[in-house]
């Protein structure tokens, strides 16, 4: 998506001789989205990217997930998640789901096998802990309060360097910056709460060597394990516009009027169906008759989850909610301040709140590890 980057080394012209020193052609791959109609990359590797010597069928934990049946504003507690040794790939606990969309927590202390989602992008935010993510463009190191932003079929692995929390967003296509940040070129915008310059890329690539090397792949029918000749992370050199990328979540620069602003300006990334949203420290509305806490509301066309990650979430208080905490306030009913909310935040001049939230708009069912965290109380602490 972001913009052109150049990394490696890369022949003069596309598609044309680009040889190894051994006098041998190095192999070049086009990755690119919406039938080569948008974002592209050329990446040039040792071996032929084609080259699988077994194919199996991999059978994931089944999980269950069901619809948010009665509808209820549902409070998560992923803290509380079971969590022995695991991988931040395979280990996911999926939580809330839809066709659009499928949001999961783990906390990993392992490296990830060889993975590729076929099925769409992959937003990673950083709760917690540091990794190295490792890819066919090269390596990200990211760290807490990070999105990691992992185009679709792009092979990577995830290699904490301690255990690391994260929130796992898995998309049905595309995520990016929405459109009216950028122009038509694409270059982010002067009223953007972020752009380029806080956007980090892999700056040179991986050359690793192995052969008969495993990777899982997701994709539309199901989960099927290939074994590739030679080690994916060949690449010698790779440009273009689409490539893994990183931003950190202290980089967005939030957007303050003197009266409350509404969500859309929060607004970090797009994708089919759902929205990414980022609630940073921030001096909050001057007006002197100023409510600086929302104001009862209803995205009536969409379920809202927010995953609070850092500081007091001041609209929440008293409510139970605490770090690691996900709530989901489905379409069809009405949320805002838990009471006393708006008195308490009468004259505050800032608000010191890390929140990351996800609308989307179809309704997202709960998955089986959801209701095993679940606050069953949270539904009513509104009435008090
Ligand atoms: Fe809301």
């Not at 060889?114 to 990794?131: F, H, K, P, S």
């Not at 070129?185 to 002067?190: K, N, Y």
């Not at 301040?337 to 709140?353: I, M, S, T």
Request: aromatic residues 10%.
């Amino acid at each position: 998506m972001p913009y052109y980057r150049s990394v490696g080394e890369v022949p003069h012209k596309r598609h044309t001789q680009f040889r190894r020193p051994d006098g041998g052609l190095y192999s070049e791959e086009l990755m690119g989205q919406e039938g080569f109609s948008s974002d592209s990359s050329l990446l040039y590797h040792r071996h032929p990217p084609t080259a699988i010597v077994s194919a199996e069928v991999y059978e994931p934990a089944p999980h269950k997930q069901a619809a948010n049946l009665p509808l209820k504003p549902r409070h998560l507690r992923t803290h509380k998640l079971g969590h022995g040794s695991a991988d931040a790939v395979l280990g996911r606990h999926p939580l809330l789901a839809n066709n659009d969309v499928r949001i999961g927590y783990v906390v990993a202390d392992q490296p990830s096998p060889l993975y590729r989602d076929a099925i769409g992008d992959e937003c990673l935010y950083v709760e917690e802990g540091t990794a190295t993510i490792e890819t066919t463009f090269g390596a990200l190191t990211v760290g807490t309060g990070d999105y990691v932003i992992i185009p679709t079929s792009v092979v990577h692995r995830i290699v904490p360097d301690g255990p690391i929390r994260l929130l796992t967003v898995e998309a049905t296509g595309h995520i990016g910056p929405p459109k009216r940040y950028l122009s038509v070129r694409g270059q982010f915008l002067e009223h953007a709460p972020y752009c380029e310059r806080d956007l980090r890329a892999p700056s040179s690539p991986l050359q690793r060597d192995g052969t008969d090397v495993e990777v899982y792949v997701k994709h539309r029918a199901g989960w099927t394990r290939h074994v590739y000749a030679h080690h994916p992370f060949d690449v010698v050199g790779w440009d273009g516009c689409l490539y893994p990328w990183a931003f950190s979540i202290h980089d967005f620069e939030p957007i303050t009027g003197r009266v409350h602003q509404p969500p859309p300006v929060h607004q970090t990334f797009e994708g089919p169906n759902f929205v990414v949203c980022s609630f940073v420290p921030r001096k909050v509305d001057y007006h002197p008759l100023a409510i600086p806490v929302p104001y009862n509301h209803h995205n009536v066309d969409s379920d809202e989850m927010m995953f609070y990650t850092g500081g007091n979430y001041e609209a929440r208080r008293g409510s139970g909610i605490e770090q690691g905490s996900i709530s989901l306030h489905p379409s069809g009913f009405t949320h805002g301040p838990q009471p006393g909310a708006v008195e308490r935040a009468l004259g505050a001049e800032a608000f010191d709140e890390l929140a990351v939230m996800i609308d989307t708009f179809r309704p997202l069912d709960m998955c089986e590890a959801a209701f095993e965290v679940e606050d069953t109380a949270y539904a009513w602490t509104w009435n008090r």
